[in-house]
């Protein structure tokens, strides 16, 4: 009797973040061994080996910031700053193996379907080429910083340099320093910089909700418990897991939670900024939640400090040693720091992604970007993504999404090699379903107001967030429902029409 074997099915990472190592991770555990994971830093972590600005830290607790399968007993304080979260998944790679599957210092720029041999190829920018059965991009959001457009009036003889392109060879010891931005970035790093400089302009289009940070370092009898207590770290992950899932209702425009956290934000500037005049630059106009929220610890104290300035003018231009901002103010400034974010909304935007009839998957998202599960685009077969659209969690940690969808993908190949399947693609009917449910959802949360931020595409529809709680993505993912994909290539590619969300224009 002939028994056929199993199929060995190849799988190209590209990202060596926190998504891809979990994805590796799931593999190696299912009995995948055939697997590469690319990055072009030289070394694992994602955003967290890119990223190094000073005061760098996680806006997520450390117990919550970490896979559920390897939990830390040695964090050091409540919310992690860079170096260690980053050594935290240096370790993981080690711990779990994956070394061996990683091909670092080479930066992924193509991926190719080629329906003849159901194979997708990639291609390195020195021109290297890798073959897989499937590709998965676990590249995130956060890798195309953006440059605010800049006027050179005149040549700058200072330095402008962006958050996640930080230069430390830069002395700002004494320095003029102006930071452009008012996000999470710029309020972990203006308290660092005004530490050290003699001048510094926080510059900002518009001021921003700021949360109290109360964070402070685990007792040596806390880390003791987490380390020898049968149990006491994953019960203490469970509860701060339980009480991100019940802010959820924040993102509900004027729900009682909203309301709530905008009393403290508030409350906090009022207490904290004595000076009416600054109080008033700082207080936001735009609805509470609108934008990504910032927990921060000494920000709003920084900014009242006799050499720190806030200027409520966005930069405009350059002159040889000042920024002018749009009202024309000038600035006196030896180093610009941008602290202007990514491209959130642009996924996949510096790598080539040709699917099946060799259609671009930037023509597919030219009205901005869409996915099933925020992992799988009809036309796009045997290709996954990890934090892809609609992905980003708003009240929970990252990390958990991340998890629940690496396990979905593994339990597709895992199907595919049980039934000796070679090809996978999304149904554009089940495609289309959940983007109308995503829509529907989306109305009344307070991304659809009127609000500047990241979260949209050019049209306006809102790409990256996940409008539900991280446990009901959880729920949709527990499960691979074959059902929801075909395992052959269909005849005819209906094309899935994406339209603007309405927004609350009031």
């Not at 962006?162 to 790093?189: I, K, P, Y």
Request: glycine share 6%; net charge positive.
């Amino acid at each position: 009797m002939k028994t056929s074997m199993p199929k060995t099915l190849s799988v190209g990472i590209i990202g060596a973040g926190p998504g891809g190592l979990a994805l590796g991770i799931f593999l190696r555990k299912a009995g995948f061994t055939d697997f590469t994971i690319f990055d072009r830093e030289d070394g694992v972590g994602g955003t967290w080996r890119v990223n190094t600005y000073p005061g760098l830290a996680c806006d997520v607790k450390s117990h919550l910031y970490s896979y559920s399968f390897d939990l830390n007993p040695r964090w050091s304080r409540l919310w992690s700053e860079q170096q260690e979260i980053l050594a935290y998944f240096e370790q993981c790679a080690q711990r779990h193996q994956l070394t061996a599957h990683l091909k670092l210092n080479t930066e992924i720029i193509s991926a190719t379907w080629h329906s003849d041999s159901k194979t997708w190829t990639l291609r390195s920018v020195a021109g290297e080429e890798y073959t897989f059965d499937i590709v998965v991009s676990a590249i995130g959001i956060f890798t195309q910083p953006v440059m605010p457009d800049l006027e050179q009036e005149q040549p700058f003889t200072g330095t402008v340099m962006h958050t996640a392109r930080w230069d430390h060879s830069v002395d700002l010891n004494e320095a003029r320093v102006a930071v452009l931005g008012t996000g999470s970035t710029a309020a972990q790093l203006v308290p660092e910089v005004a530490k050290v400089a003699s001048k510094v302009y926080s510059v900002q289009r518009s001021p921003t909700w700021v949360l109290p940070k109360p964070d402070r370092p685990y007792t040596a009898r806390e880390k003791w418990v987490f380390a020898h207590v049968p149990l006491a770290k994953k019960i203490y992950r469970t509860r701060l897991w339980l009480r991100s899932e019940s802010n959820i209702s924040v993102i509900e425009n004027g729900s009682d939670k909203t309301q709530q956290f905008r009393g403290i934000a508030l409350r906090t500037l009022e207490t904290t900024i004595a000076d009416e005049e600054l109080r008033a630059k700082l207080t936001p106009t735009h609805p509470f939640g609108c934008k990504r929220l910032v927990f921060a610890t000494d920000y709003l104290q920084t900014l009242s400090q006799p050499h720190v300035e806030v200027i409520s003018s966005p930069a405009r231009a350059l002159r040889s040693r000042s920024l002018v901002t749009q009202d024309g103010t000038e600035l006196d400034v030896d180093v610009v720091v941008c602290a202007t974010g990514y491209a959130a909304a642009d996924y996949l935007g510096q790598i080539d992604v040709l699917g099946a009839d060799a259609t671009s998957l930037r023509d597919t998202w030219r009205d901005g970007a869409f996915a099933y599960l925020g992992m799988a685009v009809p036309g796009y077969p045997n290709f996954f993504m990890l934090y892809g659209p609609n992905t980003n969690v708003g009240s929970n940690s990252v990390i958990f999404m991340l998890e629940a969808q690496a396990k979905y993908i593994v339990r597709a190949c895992e199907y595919m090699r049980r039934k000796d399947k070679s090809y996978i693609e999304v149904r554009s009917e089940v495609t289309a379903r959940f983007l109308t449910q995503i829509d529907a959802w989306m109305q009344g949360t307070v991304w659809l107001t009127r609000c500047s931020n990241y979260f949209r595409a050019a049209n306006g529809r809102v790409v990256t967030q996940w409008p539900r709680s991280a446990r009901d993505f959880w729920r949709r993912t527990r499960w691979f429902r074959s059902g929801d994909y075909t395992f052959d290539p269909p005849r005819g590619r209906p094309v899935i029409q994406v339209g603007a969300q309405a927004a609350d224009t009031g």
